[in-house]
């Protein structure tokens, strides 16, 4: 299981998600107050990750500390 600390802050902040692996890359889908997000990793040979979190209209590049940099803008909600 990957993004493991991120599905963690969803199960504890009990906000339905949908979870998709492959090809050592995670996927997760979730709607926060009615807006829809999304987090997609890179494949392993290129750390990084995609997601809305910060703006719901815009995907934003995200470093090789990612899942850190997301739940970090995650907790700010």
Not at 28 to 38: E, Q, T
Not at 45 to 62: F, I, K
């Amino acid at each position: 299981m990957r993004l493991s600390r991120i599905q963690d802050f969803l199960r504890e902040k009990e906000i339905a998600y949908s979870y998709y692996e492959e090809a050592g890359c995670a996927d997760i889908n979730f709607i926060h107050k009615g807006l829809s997000y999304h987090i997609w990793e890179y494949p392993p040979e290129e750390p990084g990750a995609q997601s809305n979190v910060r703006e719901t209209g815009r995907m934003e590049d995200y470093g090789p500390d990612y899942e850190e940099e997301i739940l970090a803008i995650m907790k700010t909600w």
